[in-house]
């Protein structure tokens, strides 16, 4: 399967602290995007990283990207309680269309 | 703001009724998607579109789904009969079309359940 798989698929971490979130993934690619998901909702696109960048940053958001491991990393710093939601990490599938992970549950604690 | 918009946003059935689901595109975005979304098989692709041609419902059960464009403004994704497997929540998202880089822009869902 062509799926990216996240991992871990579940943190709970303290307001204030880092959260990172990894995904790998199986083909070569182009680009790799990553998606929120509050409960209740539809996803929200929050970042692309083609394969030619190693690091992108937005806000508290950091993504890195290994091709050669065929890894990203997301990272979330200062984390806070609005950021408690499901993330994922979506690839081409050839075309207009992109497969999704099966998510990391990100649960942030007072 | 522009959103992506579905209707129903809750839909409970009984099994062997038909049910429609209902979703407007970005103005201007020629890319629609339709997605299921199940806690066992996470995010799963059933239908998609360009230019309101249907591009690939690989994904889809046939015999029982159905996805059309009637036109830019709406799209219609069709379940007959409806089966108490089909209960998941459904996605639309649509995508301005350049390619694998493109941000779809998801809608709220519809919340099926098929008793």
């Known amino acids: 399967s062509q799926q990216g798989e996240e991992d871990p698929q579940a943190l709970s971490i303290q307001e204030g602290e880092n959260a990172t979130m990894n995904c790998s993934y199986k083909?070569?690619?182009?680009?790799l995007q990553w998606y929120r998901q509050n409960s209740g909702r539809g996803l929200v696109h929050l970042i692309l990283?083609?394969?030619?960048?190693r690091e992108k940053h937005s806000g508290r958001l950091r993504v890195t990207l290994d091709t050669s491991k065929k890894s990203s990393s997301l990272l979330i710093t200062a984390s806070r309680a609005a950021d408690t939601a499901s993330y994922f990490c979506a690839t081409p599938l050839g075309g207009d269309k992109i497969i999704f992970g099966k998510g990391t549950r990100l649960h942030i604690l007072p | 703001d522009a959103r992506v918009t579905q209707t129903p946003r809750h839909k409970v059935t009984e099994m062997g009724q038909e049910v429609t689901m209902r979703c407007q595109p970005i103005?201007?975005?020629?890319?629609v998607f339709w997605y299921r979304q199940t806690m066992m098989q996470g995010l799963e692709l059933l239908a998609y579109?360009?230019?309101?041609?249907?591009?690939?419902d690989s994904g889809m059960p046939k015999d029982r789904f159905s996805a059309e464009m009637p036109d830019a403004t709406l799209a219609t994704l069709k379940i007959q009969p409806s089966e108490p497997r089909d209960s998941a929540v459904y996605f639309c998202?649509?995508?301005?079309?350049?390619?694998?880089?493109?941000?779809?822009?998801f809608g709220p869902g519809t919340r099926l359940t098929v008793l």
């Open positions: 990283i083609r394969s030619n960048e």
């Open positions: 998202a649509s995508g301005s079309g350049t390619g694998g880089s493109d941000t779809q822009y």
């Open positions: 103005l201007g975005h020629n890319t």
């Open positions: 579109f360009r230019n309101r041609a249907p591009l690939d």
């Open positions: 083909t070569s690619i182009n680009n």
